[in-house]
């Protein structure tokens, strides 16, 4: 058995009247694919519902801010520091990330110490509580620092980069899964092991308006004039859609390097994430919790295939199906091509799971029961792979 070099992930999953993923003018995102045109949730949206997910299961968790300063500031006036000391301390932090600015209070005026960095820092969180351990060992220091009251002053920090630096270079297993971009530290930037591919229906979708009012709780008891308090609409839509990701097991490999990172505990958290994980946008007014309609899982030594082509024909309802129905069978028989054309020898394995289909044709591997125990197949399978492929 060849080495698995990426363990696709391919989903089919229903979404009700929701929008859960919005563009700049709260309308919901949409693509034309195959000259007809879709709804879609972008990769960066569910990818964040995924790795949030993924933090409650795995126990590690990050912090993406500008304000990392600020998070230091808090650490250490839990710790009794004064305020000021503690404002002063995580202002140089901040400083010494990079390029910073002092922000501004409601007349515009510069605070002191109030410091945010020009670049997101991508940290494991447990880096706030190291960096206020490396300002307490330098408590003297920045007693007889001076303030920060002026932008991108590159040397008004008192605390050395260097040390700085090294803490923002920590990573966890969040980290190594999906990558990190850090300009403003030297060796900081983490390729990431999992591609995720925009979402989109599987068939051609409208988006649809909801025109809503809301009452006046008083008008409506006292009876004492009409109209509603306010009035507005808003854009949802609903669909099938096609979700694929992929892992690069080579990359996430050698990210783990040195770790003592249980591979199988870190993939079954990562797929269990991403077959479950639901963008929370709108989620108190709409709700839309569904589960996949299938989940299939392959593993490949060759190269990632995604089967988002196979809906390159919008797929329509047949007799009394909806859309899952047709998108399923689509895939599968899409599966089956791209098996015929690439061959099997580079198809390591694959299976499937669904809540509610018993049978398919051949062309996505073995039925699991439940997806737990799909997620057991794959890991054990990569495992399995991975030691065949060493010897």
């Not at 999953?13 to 879709?38: I, M, W």
């Not at 202002?91 to 600015?101: D, L, N, P, S």
């Not at 209070?105 to 190291?130: C, F, G, L, R, S």
């Not at 303030?147 to 991108?152: A, E, F, L, T």
Request: aromatic share 6%; proline share 4%.
């Amino acid at each position: 058995m060849p080495a698995a070099r990426f363990l696709d992930i391919h989903i089919v999953q229903s979404v009700p009247f929701a929008n859960l993923n919005r563009d700049d003018t709260n309308s919901v995102k949409t693509v034309l694919y195959g000259n007809a045109l879709r709804t879609r949730v972008s990769s960066q949206s569910w990818k964040r519902a995924v790795r949030k997910e993924f933090e409650v299961l795995s126990g590690n968790s990050t912090l993406r801010t500008r304000r990392i300063g600020e998070a230091v500031t808090r650490e250490l006036a839990g710790r009794d520091w004064p305020q000021d000391l503690a404002e002063r301390a995580g202002a140089h932090v901040a400083a010494a990330v990079g390029k910073f600015e002092v922000q501004l209070d409601d007349m515009k005026k510069p605070i002191p110490n109030h410091v945010i960095t020009n670049a997101m820092i991508y940290v494991p969180q447990i880096a706030v509580a190291e960096l206020a351990d490396y300002a307490t060992e330098h408590r003297q220091t920045l007693e007889a620092a001076k303030d920060i009251k002026k932008n991108g002053d590159t040397k008004a920090s008192q605390l050395p980069k260097a040390a700085i630096d090294a803490i923002l270079r920590s990573r966890n297993d969040v980290i190594n899964l999906f990558g990190r971009m850090l300009a403003e530290v030297d060796r900081a930037g983490v390729d990431g092991a999992v591609q995720v591919a925009h979402a989109m229906t599987t068939h051609e979708a409208d988006v649809d308006l909801d025109y809503f009012t809301a009452v006046d709780d008083l008008t409506s008891a006292w009876q004492d004039t009409t109209g509603s308090a306010h009035m507005g609409h808003a854009e949802f839509s609903a669909g099938t859609f096609y979700r694929y990701a992929t892992i690069d097991l080579d990359e996430l490999a050698g990210n783990l390097a040195g770790t003592d990172t249980d591979v199988r505990d870190l993939l079954t958290g990562l797929l269990t994430a991403f077959a479950l994980a639901m963008p929370q946008a709108k989620k108190n007014s709409t709700a839309p919790h569904t589960l996949p309609h299938l989940v299939h899982l392959a593993l490949r030594a060759d190269r990632p295939v995604s089967y988002a082509a196979a809906f390159e024909q919008p797929v329509r309802p047949t007799g009394n199906s909806g859309n899952a129905t047709p998108a399923i069978d689509a895939l599968t028989a899409y599966a089956q091509a791209a098996g015929s054309f690439l061959g099997t020898k580079h198809l390591v394995w694959q299976g499937w799971s669904s809540p509610e289909l018993k049978d398919l044709p051949d062309g996505l591997g073995q039925r699991a029961d439940s997806l737990d125990d799909l997620l057991a197949d794959a890991t054990a399978a990569h495992a399995t792979a991975s030691r065949d492929g060493a010897a």
